[in-house]
Structure formats: structure tokens, C-alpha cells
């Protein structure tokens, strides 16, 4: 039996109903089921939905929590929690209507005092800090009876209800004192145990309001070392594992399918602008001129994947602008520029790559080879997981790193905003007045049609002046046991275990 390939991209546009094509069949719910799902890191920031930063995080906590809205896989914000919301008319006031028989994997029903604790604690006016800067507009959260809430911002956002379906505004239980450890959400998925460095077990959720799970059981196994990601899949210790390279998919056995999508992130080299020689225009324009895009993909992917030139992805259609062309590969040009910026004879310094991910390791290796025609010499340093996110994402202690960003909510704004110069998500100290200023426009403009200019002129000020060493949007390969079926792409950085389901024999 030869490895069949299943396509399903997922074009599925951000801001639009475009349907994601996905490699779905027939399949019955097992109540002894389960399915092993091999990730590459343990889940080590929080387990809390309002303090979890890493998208391989959030990602898994999508299965467990909700909002009082929540995405579909066409992009579209669907009722959660709350069954419907109403704004009004001055577009201040967010009416949320909580749904009947939504309970806790306690079992507690979600109360109106939940909701509202949960919405303050979010938006940090609890005393913590928010990881939704547009959460600071919110004025307060009132109880208007028993089944609706209020959040009353202090300016009308258009953006905000895809703010609210993020899995950082997810609804959690008031007297639960440890989220970041025992995590107690209304999901299709309920948290079990976990074992660090090995895996997080998950059990589905009986009592869901919504359609239920097809597997009961699910296992993520904690794969650190790339190289162990083929030998796990082809043994047969893991069932499932996304994001894998195209090498690695040429090396499943028959017993596997292949489905490719688009990640919806956007891969760079992220440059730490408050370190020298980076602080320097000229110098990251010099570095983005050398660098050969389509030679990466072609190495990297088998020429998959879409290149861009600043921080937005394809999907975003309507606020998306085409600026990979921005610095074609020109060695003279860019020595010319680091000439003028005082390197002449180029000089050294490091990337951080996460060493789990092996398709940033890949694009790493290859940049690293195409800098050296400048004379600069980019040396890799690999680090573990949580060191990358306390150092170089918390501590900003790096010179340069190559990752992925996502969008953590289905907005131009989740990509954009961590470029002002006083975003706490600013980790790569990127500071440009002309961008700060344009930015506070988007709160004054009178019109979504002005917006989107606006948006697409903040994409053209990262591309000016070399913010970044843009690369691509990954080409998102899932290997998935024939076994199962099921596999749905979203245009959101997310797994949903829940549509999973074991054929039919």
C-alpha cells in the first residue's frame, strides 16, 4: 500500500467565511478510544489560560478552555460560553447571554460571577498583568442578572469580540486558586495529569455543552529531540505529530498520511534592535538583502511555503500586503550597506533557535550559510524550549532569533502590536516613532475602510526599515495514522482534538 498524500489547504481567510478544505470522513465515537499526539515541547509556561504565552501552549489549551466566543475552522467567531452578545449603539457596551448547562470539568455551572471574574483577570484589573493589550480599553465588567454580563470599554473596538474568543479570555472557575497547575476549563477536553518532560494526558469531557469528542483518551507525548520525531512516529509510540519538515514526511512509512496546510504564522529572523549592530537601519537591510527566501524554502520544504516580507500571513487577505519583494537577494547592495554602516569586513553574531523545532533549526543552517557571502558570520545557538522563552522572549537576552509568530487572536492588530515601542510582547525592542504614531490612528479612524490603509502602511513601515529578516509563512505538514481521520486546519495557531475521530474498520 503506497503512502497516500492528502492536500488540504488551509486558505481559509481570517476576516472572511472562506471554507478550509479539510481531509474529513466517517468515523464513530469510541468510548475507549485514544490517540497518542506528539508534541515537541513540555507545556512549561502556565497552564493558566490568562498567563500562557507560548503558541505550543495555547494551542493545546484550546482543547480545554473556552471563551465566551470561540473561532471555527472557517475563521468565523461562533457563541461559546455565552449562547449570544448584542452592542450597543454608541458601540461601548458588550451584552454577553450566557448559554444554558455549561458547566466546569468540576462540574459546577459557569456563573455570571465566573465570567466576570474571569474577563477582570484576563484584563488584568485583578492586579496581574493582561497578555491582551487591547483588554486595557475594557472600563468594566458589570452583572446585569444572573445569565448576562457586560464589559464596557472605554472606547468602541470593532476587533474586540475576536479578542473575547481567545484562549487567553477563556472562562475559568472564580474559586479555582491554582490554573496555572490544575487547570479547570469547559471544553471538549478536560486536563488529567501531567508528567513533565513526558506527556499530558487528557480525557473528554461528558458533560460538554456542545458536540462532543470522538476520542476519549488523548496522550501528548513530549518530543524534544527532532531526531526522534520519525523513529516515534514509524515505532508506533505516536499517532499523530504536526508541524513536521518535508524531510521528515519522506521518511513515515506507508501507515501514515500526509496533510499540508499553512501554518498562519510568520517565520523571521526576529532582530534585537537594542543591541548593536542592530540598532543600525542599514545593517538589517544589508542582512535582508542577503538572504535568499526562495533558496530557503527550496532547502527547507521542497520550494512549500509562501514568502513574506513583513509581519503579516496570506490569510489575512483583506489586511494582507504582498512585500516579499521588498529586498531581492542583492549580495553587492548589501555589502554596500554594511560598508556604509561602518562593518566593511561584516561581523559576528548569534541566532537562538529553539532546538525543538527542526524546521527553524533548518532555516537557521541556511541563512547562516547565505550570510557568510557578506562576510557575516551568524552562529547558531540552540537552547531548550522554556530557556527560549525566559531569555529571549521574557528577558529579551539575545542578539537575534529565528521562530515562528502567530496571531493569538483572529486580528491585523494580534500581529502588529507588539512593534510599538511600549508593547510588553515587544521582544525584539523595535522602536520607530513613525510607527508608534500611526499606530494610535487606528483608535481614531473614522472608518474600517481607513483601518485596513492603516494596517497595510504599519506592514510597509517593518518592511522599510528592515524590523525583521522576513522569511515565510511554513507550509504546515500534519502526519496522521490511517487509522484516524478527521484532521481539521484552522487559520489560528491551534489543535482541535475533538474532531478527531478512528475510521471506520
Known amino acids: 500500500m503506497s503512502k497516500k498524500k492528502i492536500i488540504a489547504f488551509a486558505l481559509c481567510a481570517a476576516m472572511t467565511a472562506t471554507t478550509a478544505l479539510t481531509a474529513c470522513s466517517g468515523g464513530k465515537s ?3 478510544s485514544k490517540i497518542v499526539v506528539g508534541i515537541p515541547q513540555d507545556l512549561e509556561d502556565s497552564l493558566d489560560p490568562h498567563e500562557a504565552v507560548a503558541a505550543g501552549t ?8 473556552e471563551g465566551l466566543l470561540k473561532p471555527d475552522e472557517t475563521g468565523e467567531l461562533i457563541p461559546a460560553v455565552a449562547k449570544e452578545y448584542s452592542v450597543s449603539d454608541d458601540g461601548l457596551t458588550y451584552s454577553f447571554v450566557l448559554r444554558d448547562g455549561v458547566k466546569f470539568h468540576n462540574g459546577k455551572p459557569v456563573t455570571a460571577e465566573d465570567v466576570k471574574y474571569s474577563i477582570e483577570k484576563s484584563a488584568g484589573m485583578t492586579g496581574g498583568q493582561s497578555l491582551i493589550s487591547a483588554f486595557s480599553n475594557i472600563k468594566e465588567v458589570n452583572i446585569k442578572d444572573d445569565t448576562t454580563v457586560d464589559i464596557v470599554l472605554n472606547e468602541a473596538d470593532i476587533d474586540f469580540p475576536a479578542y473575547i474568543a481567545t484562549t487567553t479570555a477563556a472562562i475559568i472557575p472564580k474559586d479555582n486558586d491554582k490554573p496555572a497547575t490544575e487547570p479547570v476549563g469547559t471544553g471538549p477536553y478536560m486536563f488529567v495529569s501531567r508528567s513533565p518532560q513526558e506527556n499530558i494526558e487528557l480525557k ?15 496522550t501528548l507525548k513530549i518530543i524534544p529531540n527532532a531526531d526522534s520525531i520519525v523513529m516515534n512516529l514509524n515505532g508506533g509510540a505516536v499517532d499523530m505529530f504536526a508541524r513536521l519538515t518535508s524531510t521528515q514526511t519522506q521518511q513515515l512509512s506507508d501507515n501514515f498520511n500526509v496533510l499540508e496546510g499553512e501554518m498562519n504564522l510568520v517565520q523571521a529572523v526576529y532582530l534585537n534592535h537594542a543591541v548593536e549592530p542592530f540598532d543600525n537601519v542599514d545593517v538589517c537591510r544589508a542582512l535582508s538583502y542577503a538572504v535568499d527566501v526562495d533558496n530557503i524554502l527550496e532547502l527547507t520544504s521542497d520550494g512549500k511555503g509562501f514568502p513574506v516580507g513583513s509581519s503579516m500571513f496570506p490569510a489575512f487577505k483583506k489586511y494582507y500586503v504582498d512585500l516579499s519583494n521588498t529586498y531581492p537577494t542583492d549580495i553587492d547592495k548589501a555589502k554596500e550597506l554594511l560598508a556604509e554602516a561602518g562593518y566593511p569586513d561584516g561581523f559576528t553574531f548569534s541566532i537562538t533557535v529553539p532546538s525543538n523545532y527542526q524546521p527553524h533549526v533548518e532555516a537557521a543552517q541556511v541563512v547562516s ?13 540552540l537552547v531548550e524550549w522554556n530557556t527560549w522563552l525566559s531569555d529571549v522572549y521574557s528577558g529579551r537576552q539575545f542578539e537575534a532569533t529565528l521562530i515562528g509568530v502567530d496571531a493569538s487572536s483572529l486580528t491585523a492588530t494580534a500581529m502588529l502590536d507588539r512593534f510599538r515601542t511600549d508593547a510588553d510582547n515587544n521582544f525584539t525592542n523595535y522602536s520607530n516613532k513613525d510607527y508608534d504614531d500611526l499606530y494610535a490612528k487606528l483608535y481614531t479612524a473614522g472608518s474600517e475602510d481607513e483601518r485596513v490603509e492603516i494596517y497595510k502602511e504599519l506592514q510597509k513601515n517593518l518592511a522599510d526599515n528592515a524590523a525583521n529578516i522576513y522569511i515565510q509563512d511554513m507550509a504546515e505538514f500534519v502526519a496522521l495514522s490511517d487509522k484516524y481521520d478527521g484532521y481539521v486546519f484552522y487559520p489560528l495557531y491551534v489543535q482541535d482534538f475533538a474532531k478527531l475521530k478512528i475510521k471506520e474498520q
Open 30 to 32: 469510541d468510548a475507549s
Open 58 to 65: 495555547k494551542e493545546i489549551l484550546f482543547n480545554i478552555y
Open 204 to 218: 473528554k469531557f461528558n458533560d460538554y455543552w456542545g458536540e462532543p469528542a470522538n476520542i476519549e483518551n488523548v
Open 369 to 381: 550559510e547565505q550570510l557568510k557571502k557578506i562576510g557575516v558570520n551568524a552562529e547558531i545557538k
